[in-house]
């Protein structure tokens, strides 16, 4: 099946610095969103991107969606302890579906 | 305003029973999906219904069904229930059936299943 490979699997930082995550897939997508989900919660929609090269900012997080439509990355600048959570990559195939292909996952851990 | 409210929250069942898990939808949203996410993985994708119809399937035996009431509340249901179905089931709304802005989704907090 489809399958974005997403990087890196986890990050330890120290409180104030920038957190950098990217996702890459063999299969083009016409969407591609970032999820943050934290423990017993579901996943919460950060940033969604609808056309190659957009780049896109939310606050602190800035993503852009790959040129070749087979990638996305997501930065975080200043780390705060509240940004603890997994963050996740979904593509969606085509603008006709709904149906998400999630990434496995960036565990981002700050030390405060 | 409400967000999208799923039941249980947690539950434990043994292998061979069968379980259903009940979702309700933001108030307007017409669309309703089913993940299965789990432990250290991503969520995957189960089924999307809309206006009561099935409109998508993911990769997943028969033992897995759903269905969609007219208020847009949904229920997933899964038999013969084996030790692998233990996971997280995240259900999640959406104004349109499709993809872009207005098919944008959004998910409840879960129902954790345990298979013993």
């Known amino acids: 099946g489809q399958q974005l490979n997403q990087s890196p699997q986890s990050m330890f930082i120290q409180e104030g610095e920038d957190v950098s995550m990217n996702c890459t897939s063999s299969?083009?997508?016409?969407?591609w969103l970032w999820y943050k989900q934290e423990p017993g919660e579901g996943p919460v929609l950060l940033i969604a991107?609808?056309?190659?090269?957009e780049l896109t900012s939310n606050g602190r997080l800035t993503a852009q969606f790959g040129i070749t439509r087979k990638d996305s990355f997501l930065n975080i600048s200043a780390s705060i302890p509240s940004d603890v959570g997994i963050y996740f990559c979904?593509?969606?195939?085509?603008?006709?579906?709904?149906?998400?292909?999630f990434g496995q996952g960036t565990r981002l851990t700050i030390n405060p | 305003d409400a967000g999208v409210t799923q039941s249980p929250t947690h539950l434990i069942k043994t292998r061979g029973q069968q379980v259903t898990l009940r979702c309700s939808p933001i108030?307007?949203?017409?669309?309703v999906s089913w993940y299965q996410q789990v432990l250290g993985q991503g969520p995957q994708f189960i089924f999307q219904?809309?206006?009561?119809?099935?409109?998508g399937r993911g990769n997943f035996p028969d033992r897995f069904s759903a269905r969609q009431f007219p208020n847009y509340s949904s229920e997933l249901n899964v038999n013969a229930l084996l030790l692998g179905d233990s996971a997280l089931y995240l259900c999640?709304?959406?104004?349109?059936?499709?993809?872009?802005?207005?098919?944008?989704?959004?998910f409840g907090e879960g129902s954790r299943l345990t298979v013993l």
């Open positions: 299969s083009i997508f016409n969407t």
């Open positions: 108030s307007g949203h017409k669309s």
């Open positions: 991107l609808y056309k190659a090269g």
């Open positions: 999640a709304s959406s104004l349109t059936r499709t993809g872009g802005r207005t098919g944008e989704l959004f």
């Open positions: 979904a593509g969606q195939l085509s603008r006709g579906a709904q149906k998400l292909v």
């Open positions: 219904y809309y206006e009561k119809e099935e409109r």
